[in-house]
C-alpha cells in the first residue's frame, strides 16, 4: 500500500536497530481518515472470504479492527485482553504470548462467550515480527474450534521471522507494508 509507505517514511521513526515507531498515526495519536483506507484495503485483501468475527489484541489492535470492520458488514471485533480483570468471565480461552517489544511472556483471554465453533475469524493486527501474538490468537482461535481465515497486519518486519512461523502453520499472512530492512536508522520497504 503505496500511501502507507509514504506515511511510514514521513512521520515514522527507529527505535535501536529493530523497533519501528508509528505513534503519530496507529499506535498512540490515531489518524482516523488513514485507518478507514487501511480498514478498505484490509476488506480488498480479503473480499473473497466469508468473515463472521474479527479478532485482534489490545492495545493498538482495536481501533485497527474496529474500523475495519465497517468494511466488512459491521462483523462484531474481539479482543483479546492481557489484563486480568474481576470484570472478565471466568470462562474464558487463554493462552501466553511472548512479547516482542516488551521482552517477557504474558497471558492473553477472551470469553468463551465471544468465540464460538465454526465462525470464520479474521485476525488484524498492527505489527508482525516474530509471529507470537498472531500463534497465540490462532491457539485461541483452535481452543474454542473457529476458523482462522486468515491475519491482516499492517506492517510486516519482513527481517524477522513471523511471516515463515505463520505461513509454516499454513497460515495466509496479508501485510499492507513490507519493511525489508532497517539500515543506519532509515527504512527500506520490500
Ligand atoms: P510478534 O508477536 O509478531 O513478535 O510482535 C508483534 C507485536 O509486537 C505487535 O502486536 C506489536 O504490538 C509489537 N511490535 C513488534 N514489533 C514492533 C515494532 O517495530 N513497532 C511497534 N510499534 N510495535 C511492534
Known amino acids: ?31 482516523i481518515r488513514f485507518l478507514n483506507e487501511i480498514g478498505k484495503e484490509f476488506k480488498e485483501r480479503f473480499k473473497e472470504d466469508k468473515v463472521d ?3 485482534t489484541i489490545e492495545a493498538s489492535g482495536i481501533g485497527i479492527a474496529s474500523i475495519a470492520s465497517q468494511y466488512f458488514e459491521n462483523v462484531p471485533v474481539v479482543f483479546a485482553k492481557k489484563v486480568e480483570s474481576k ?10 504470548v511472548y512479547s516482542f517489544t516488551k521482552g517477557k511472556e504474558y ?66 499472512v496479508e501485510s499492507l507494508a513490507i519493511v525489508e530492512s532497517i539500515q543506519d536508522g532509515k527504512v527500506v520497504f520490500k
Open 107 to 172: 497471558t492473553v483471554r477472551v470469553s468463551k462467550k465471544y468465540l464460538n465453533k465454526g465462525e470464520n475469524i479474521l485476525v488484524v493486527d498492527d505489527f508482525l515480527a516474530n509471529g507470537r501474538a498472531v500463534l497465540g490468537l490462532n491457539n485461541i482461535i483452535n481452543q474454542s474450534g473457529a476458523n482462522l481465515v486468515g491475519v491482516g497486519i499492517v506492517i510486516e518486519k519482513g527481517f524477522q521471522e513471523g511471516r515463515k512461523v505463520l505461513e509454516d502453520e499454513g497460515i495466509r
Open 53 to 55: 468475527k474479527i479478532l
Open 1 to 31: 500500500m503505496k500511501s502507507l509507505q509514504e506515511k511510514i517514511l514521513k512521520e515514522g521513526s527507529v527505535s535501536g536497530s529493530d523497533i519501528l515507531k508509528v505513534d503519530s498515526f496507529l499506535n498512540h495519536q490515531i489518524d
Open 87 to 96: 470484570n472478565l468471565d471466568k470462562e474464558v480461552y487463554e493462552t501466553k
